[in-house]
C-alpha cells in the first residue's frame, strides 16, 4: 500500500489550494483517512480526519477555513484550503487508518507535499 499526497505549493497569503491523497495497492477498505501537517522545528499536527461516511473532526486551528473529503471508490481524499496564511506554511501529510488489504489492517503514511504560503 502507498499513500501519495499531491497538490502543493506556492501561494499567496489569502489563497487557495486544493490537496489530494491517492492510496494505491490491492485495498479492501479505508476505515478514515487523515491529513497532518508539519512546519520545520514544530511537532505534525492534525488537520482533520474523515471516516467512511464522511464525518470529519478538525484540528482546533482550522476554524472553517479547510475542508476534507474524500472518494471511498477512489481511496482518494482531499484537502481544501481557503484563507490560506503564512503560519500555514508546511509539510503536508497524509495518512490511511486500519486499511484492509489481503495482509491484513494496518496504518500507512505517506510522504509530504509542500505547501508555502507566502508573497
Known amino acids: 500500500v502507498q499513500l501519495q499526497a499531491s497538490g502543493g505549493g506556492l501561494v499567496q497569503p489569502g489563497g487557495s489550494l486544493t490537496l489530494s491523497c491517492v492510496a494505491s495497492?490491492?485495498?479492501?477498505?479505508?476505515?478514515?483517512m487523515g491529513w497532518y501537517r508539519q512546519a520545520p522545528g514544530t511537532q505534525r499536527e492534525l488537520v482533520g480526519i474523515?471516516?467512511?461516511?464522511?464525518?470529519?473532526d478538525y484540528g482546533d486551528f482550522v476554524m472553517g477555513r479547510f475542508t476534507i473529503s474524500r472518494d471511498n471508490d477512489k481511496h482518494t481524499a482531499y484537502l481544501q484550503m481557503n484563507g490560506l496564511r503564512p503560519d500555514d506554511t508546511a509539510v503536508y501529510y497524509c495518512?490511511?487508518?486500519?486499511?484492509?488489504?489481503?495482509?491484513?489492517?494496518?496504518?500507512?503514511w505517506g510522504k509530504g507535499t509542500q505547501v508555502t504560503v507566502s508573497s
Open positions: 495497492g490491492s485495498i479492501f477498505s479505508i476505515s478514515k
Open positions: 495518512n490511511g487508518v486500519r486499511v484492509a488489504t489481503p495482509d491484513g489492517v494496518s496504518d500507512y
Open positions: 474523515i471516516n467512511r461516511a464522511g464525518r470529519v
